[in-house]
């Protein structure tokens, strides 16, 4: 019979293995399995093929099932926009608005309106990268400063820290604490001010050090995955460049609100096949956030084509092999790494981690160290969060309300919380970050990892501003 001390040592052994071998430029999609089930071995050996076949594959394939449509018309998005020269249009009109010193700027506050419009992270990753790689090429800033300036603008504030995001990072908690999405509206706007401006300086600060060092873009010989040069004469309207991006927020928000009230809870329909089949039926409360996104980017994709249809089609045959592959890698790397959270979730040493949080006596600080840690093992911040507060949520109230503490700042605490170390570097977006990119661990994850740092800061600066003044 193993111990609670070496069934916590074969969890963090898992975790640690898991972000040395993604660090080192392994491949997830191999490790991830092998850190899961090394750690079922050391635990219960007999458990190793049951929990394989039914914990992380049967997690790895819901995952693909339900996500991937999202990351391949992510990524075919992202390629016809770049094939259009919407990318370079718009770019050059953001270098005349704003200047070459304010790239950085730009791409955050283009990811931080996808991403409060209710866009997939995932999503944004692929449809940004254009525009990122163009302008930072034009304003001559390291591409390995990419990775950071998006996980900036899509991972941190509009996810989780500013009211009424519609990201699952913000709607977990409403089904726990009985409040609403726009919770703590102070609380949550101040947060997002302090890791907007203070993650701002630093990548500044990082752009300034490597301009001083004449370090450039990068080796175009030594670049990987380049968004290819537009090569169609004219460029288009920005005005008409930016029109896609509109689009796919505009429609993801009105099929938000349409498909619940067309379908209502469940829909169900009879398979047209030989003999008598029970009825399919479809929950769609499960699924209509991922059908939004999908008729969005469907209709972005349709905007682009109607356009640029002559420099999408002569070059979209060749350009689409590379998007699938993208949306390939990306998607099996992400599925892999939540088959390992479940996994790891599932051990008896994951259990002591979580008990030995709840012995913190600060309710808030309570609750922001286990919804951040656990979100930091998982590699999910959903994943952690939802754990967490599964497990905890009944005690975070009793403590709350023995404090006189507003279940909107509960609220608003743990959404923050999620979204912070839970970008280790065996977070399926950080691979998938980076992947999209073509660049390592090594080059671009230090400063994915200060945005980290700065957005975990940023909870427990929220929780003294509330002790402090009392603001909600």
Request: glycine share 10%; net charge neutral; proline share 5%.
């Amino acid at each position: 019979m193993a111990f609670p001390a070496f069934e916590f040592l074969v969890v963090l052994a898992a975790l640690c293995f898991l972000m040395f071998v993604a660090y080192r430029g392994y491949s997830v999609i191999l490790f991830a399995p092998v850190a899961a089930l090394g750690a079922v071995l050391l635990t219960d050996p007999q458990l190793v093929a049951p929990m394989f076949t039914g914990l992380f594959m049967d997690k790895m394939v819901g995952f693909l099932k339900l996500y991937f449509p999202v990351f391949l018309l992510g990524a075919i998005f992202g390629k016809v926009i770049e094939l259009s020269g919407f990318s370079k249009s718009i770019v050059s009109a953001t270098i005349r608005l704003v200047g070459a010193q304010r790239a950085i700027l730009a791409i955050v506050a283009v990811c931080a309106l996808l991403t409060y419009g209710g866009v997939s992270l995932f999503v944004v990753v692929f449809a940004v990268y254009p525009f990122a790689a163009e302008l930072f090429r034009q304003s001559d800033i390291p591409k390995r400063l990419i990775p950071g300036t998006i996980a900036l603008g899509a991972f941190t504030f509009t996810m989780d820290a500013l009211p009424g995001t519609p990201q699952i990072q913000n709607i977990i908690p409403t089904t726990f604490f009985g409040t609403d999405t726009w919770a703590a509206p102070v609380l949550g706007t101040l947060g997002g001010v302090f890791i907007l401006i203070v993650g701002l300086l630093y990548l500044d600060w990082r752009r300034r050090a490597a301009l001083k060092a004449g370090e450039g873009y990068g080796d175009a010989a030594t670049l990987v995955n380049e968004p290819v040069a537009f090569a169609g004469g004219k460029l288009a309207n920005p005005l008409v460049a930016i029109a896609p991006l509109l689009v796919v927020g505009i429609v993801n928000k009105l099929l938000t609100l349409w498909i619940p009230s067309a379908y209502g809870e469940s829909t169900s329909f009879d398979p047209a096949v030989i003999g008598s089949a029970a009825p399919v039926v479809q929950e769609v409360s499960k699924v209509a956030a991922v059908w939004a996104v999908e008729g969005a980017l469907l209709a972005g994709i349709a905007c682009v084509l109607l356009f640029a249809w002559k420099p999408v089609a002569a070059s979209f045959a060749e350009g689409s092999k590379s998007a699938i592959g993208g949306a390939l890698l990306a998607g099996m790397n992400t599925a892999s790494e939540y088959g390992f959270g479940a996994v790891i979730a599932a051990l008896p040493g994951f259990l002591v981690v979580a008990n030995a949080l709840g012995s913190i006596p600060n309710p808030l600080v309570n609750e922001a160290v286990t919804v951040t840690a656990l979100a930091g093992i998982t590699g999910s911040a959903s994943g952690g969060m939802s754990i967490a507060l599964a497990a905890m949520a009944e005690t975070f109230i009793a403590n709350a309300n023995a404090a006189g503490i507003p279940m909107e700042v509960l609220h608003r605490v743990a959404a923050m919380a999620s979204g912070g170390m839970d970008t280790l570097p065996h977070n399926g977006a950080v691979i998938t970050l980076l992947a999209v990119t073509g660049l390592t661990h090594r080059q671009a994850y230090k400063d994915i990892f200060a945005i980290t740092c700065i957005k975990t800061m940023a909870v427990f600066v929220v929780i003294g501003l509330f002790y402090a003044f009392g603001v909600v």
